[in-house]
Structure formats: C-alpha cells, structure tokens
C-alpha cells in the first residue's frame, strides 16, 4: 500500500498553488456558506414568529453545537491532517489505519457527549444563560439537534475532513452543501405545516437533525466507494495504528479541540453577559453572531483548503511550495475580511430586519454587527496560522496562539469592557482583541519560518 496511486495526489504534488488551493477551497468555501445559510435559517424561520424569546432561546444552542464541533476537530483534524502528511511523506498502510481508528473514535465520543447532554442538559442550558422565559425553547431545539442528533451531526463534520485531506473536497464540499440545502427545505415544513403554532423551535430542531442524518448516511457511502482509491478505510481489521501515530492524532486534535472549546466558551460568557442586560439584547446578540459568520465561513473553508496542502508539502520537503500556499491563502483571506466589513457596515440594517422584524431588535444588533465586523480581517489572520500549525503537525504551537486568543485577551477582555463599557463594551471586545492576538501570531510564525524552513531545520510531525 505504501506506493499505492491515491486519487488526487497530483493535485498537493505539482498543480500550481492558486489551481491547486481553490480546487481544494471553492468546495469547502461553498460548503461552508451552505452551512452558514442553514445555520441562519433556523433563525430567519423562527424569527419569522415576530418572538425574541424564541430566537433568544435557539441562540443559546451554538455553544452546545460548537462543543459537538469540538469532538469532531479532535478526529478530523488530528486525523485528518496527519493522514495528509503520512501521505506525503509515503506512508499509505498507517494513514489507512489512522482513518479507522479516529472513525470509531468519533462514535464512541459523540455518543458519550450526547448521553451527558441528555443528562445535564437543563443545568447546562442554564449556565449558558436560559431564563425562565427562554430554556423550555433551548432544551427543544437542544434535544433534537444534540441528544438524538450528535453521533451523525458529529461524525459527519469527521467524515467530510477524512475526505479533503484526501484530495476529495468536491465530494467533501457537496456532501455539506447537500445537508445544508435539505434542511433549508425541511425547515419550514416541519416548523409551520407539520407542528402546531408554538411548536417552531421543536420543528426546527426535528428538520435539522434529519438533515444531518442524510448528510452523515452521503459521506459513509463516499468513503465506501473511495475505498480502494484512496487511504481511507473504515475497517474494524485497520482500527488499531502505530502508538506513534495515535499520538500524532492527540497532539493536534487535542489543541483543535480546546481552541473551539475556548471559542464556544467565550460565546457563553458573550450569551451570558447579554443576558444580564435583558431578552433583548440578548436576541439580538444572538443574530449578530450568526449573521456575522459570512467572512468567517468562507474563512475556514479557505483554510480547509490550505491545511491539506501545507501538510503534504512540509511532510514532502517541499517548504518553497508550502511557503506559497500559506501566503497566498493569507492573502486572499485578508481581501475577503476587508471586503466584508465594507458590506457590513452598508447593510447591517437590512440584515438584521431579515432575520426579525422587532424594532429595538434591530436597532440594537446593528450597531452591534457594524462593531464586530472590523474584526473580521485580524480574525481571519489569528485563525489562519493556527490551522497551519495544526497542518504541519505543531499542535502545541497551535494550542499556545489559540488558547491566548481566548484566554489572554478576548475573555479578559470581555469582562473588563463590559464592566465599563456595558452591552457595547462586549460587541467591541473581539476587535481589541484580535489586533493584539494577529501581532504575537505573525511574530510566531516568522519565527518558525526562519528557524525551521529557512533553516531546514525540519521535524516530520507524523
């Protein structure tokens, strides 16, 4: 298997870097915006109702949902980016193995995450910041998208990195955009003809997990059928790899994990902030870090299509060609950031009124969305080089600038500007923030650039 022909190894070898990075970008870019657009859709439906209580209540989910995402990095990135640098460096028999071990990982991780969820879950909504007015709408949405939905929600989001750092991002990108698409459909049937009036957050809730039940049932037949194309294997006979390389795997999914941990810790502290400021703001809050994640998704589908290559190209040697992808990825990515804080500044007001048509509502969440849209470009920066550090195999590197984001300046940060600054002090914070965190992530790199590429002073991280 070690010299085994893998579908779309030319594509990391020997396409020019802008061909071969938007080959791998645009169809995780267009899965990401699908994903965004059924992610807002449960929001525009519900916001439909004219009832902040409801939005505020379905708002409070996206930290339980970024926690399910946090398991998933943990096996797909760790797996995934380490089954592209075995690749590279011609080691086809142990990335085989690595795909199967972090599959039954996944299963065993989402299962138990949702049997606590199930458990803990009134509790836990409460810690996030449900009133008394809004937790019977969270715990709905919650038990169907997480309790009953978590195991396909979670090995989806597992299955489609296998399949990208492949080389399969098409399929990768369809199979999301797919999902995205049928609860778009799904959504309203169950909301206003299936359910009756009152019952819209649990329709949303039933739509969405359906929808990702399909999604997850489209990529174990995809890997199915790459199987004797590609490394990946979701055999029980492949499920145990070289230690080594379990350790590889928990030396960058670990770091994954917690930076989406520490991300999902500071929306609560954002919900629950908010929340000491009334239903209001807190729906409109809500929106704004939904709205707001246009630049942000295609952000990661951009460095989804980064991580694949720069992986390859450092596990092959091949450091000019893995310098080319990080710049030029960088920036792209920053043009798009600019770009989107020019759109959002124009029209914060009409994107607001799309998703609720509450006066105070709308008035609040658009200076809130103008606040936080400056962000975008040094956002973009500070995420950008963690995915490179995990690509290459620096998962410590990759904690270290993640963690300092969120637990050096952002969350500090959040308390200290709300103290003095109230509710605007809280939408201001990721600026500050990220500015500062974008200097000391250039500062890192430049120095891993010179001591390590520059140097030669390579280490194969497998």
């Known amino acids: 298997m070690k010299n085994a022909q893998t579908k779309g190894r030319e594509i990391f070898e020997s396409w020019p870097v802008p061909k071969a990075l938007f080959e791998l970008a645009l169809p995780m870019i267009f899965g990401q915006l699908i994903i965004l657009i059924y992610s807002l859709a449960d929001t525009f439906y519900i916001g439909r ?43 086809d028999d142990e990335a085989k193995k690595v795909s199967a071990f972090c599959f039954y990982m996944t299963i065993i991780a989402a299962g138990l995450f949702s049997l606590l969820m199930y458990v803990f879950m009134k509790p836990a909504l409460i810690l996030f910041g449900a009133s008394n007015d809004t937790l019977i709408f969270a715990e709905q949405y919650t038990f169907c998208v997480i309790v009953i939905g978590a195991v396909p929600t979670i090995l989806a989001m597992t299955l489609s990195n296998f399949l990208r750092s492949v ?101 609560i502290i954002i919900d629950k902030l908010a929340a000491g400021h009334g239903d209001i703001p807190l729906a409109a809050v809500g929106i704004v870090l939904k709205a707001e994640r246009l630049p942000l ?50 029209f914060a007001p009409f994107i607001m009124k799309i998703f609720i048509a509450d006066v105070q509502t709308v008035e609040l969440g658009t200076h809130f969305l103008r606040a936080r849209s400056l962000a975008t470009p040094f956002m973009f920066m500070c995420f950008h080089l963690v995915n490179f550090f995990q690509a290459v195999g620096y998962g410590g590197k990759a904690l270290a600038l993640g963690s300092s984001r969120w637990i050096v300046f952002n969350i500090p940060l959040l308390f200290i500007m709300n103290y003095i600054f109230g509710m605007y002090g809280i939408v201001w914070t990721q600026v500050v923030a990220d500015i500062m965190m974008t200097i000391v992530s250039i500062l890192v790199y430049k120095n891993f650039e010179r001591k390590v590429v520059l140097d030669n002073k390579i280490e194969i991280r497998d």
Do not use: H, W
Not at 301 to 308: A, F, H, K, S, V
């Open 297 to 346: 998704n295609i952000g990661i589908g951009l460095c989804q299509g980064m991580m694949p290559l720069a992986a390859y190209n450092y596990s092959a040697g091949n450091f000019e060609r893995m310098k080319e992808v990080v710049n030029y990825s960088r920036k792209v990515g920053i043009i798009l950031g600019f770009a989107s804080v020019l759109m959002y500044e124009i």
């Open 49 to 91: 109702t004219n009832n902040p209580l409801m939005v505020a209540g379905v708002s409070l989910l996206l930290p339980v949902f970024n926690i399910s995402i946090s398991f998933a990095n943990l096996f797909g990135i760790g797996g995934g980016t380490l089954i592209s640098r075995l690749m590279g460096a011609g080691r």
């Open 167 to 267: 080389g399969y991002a098409k399929q990768a990108g369809f199979g999301v955009s797919m999902g995205g698409i049928i609860n778009i459909g799904l959504d309203p049937l169950f909301m206003f003809v299936l359910m009756p009036e009152g019952s819209e957050v649990l329709g949303a809730g039933i739509a969405t997990m359906l929808s990702n039940v399909i999604t997850c049932s489209y990529f174990l037949v995809m890997i199915y059928k790459v199987r004797n194309s590609s490394v990946l294997s979701l055999s029980a006979k492949n499920i145990l790899p070289p230690k080594k390389n379990i350790y590889s795997v928990f030396a960058v999914g670990v770091p994954a994990a917690i930076a989406v941990f520490l991300f999902d810790l500071t929306y």
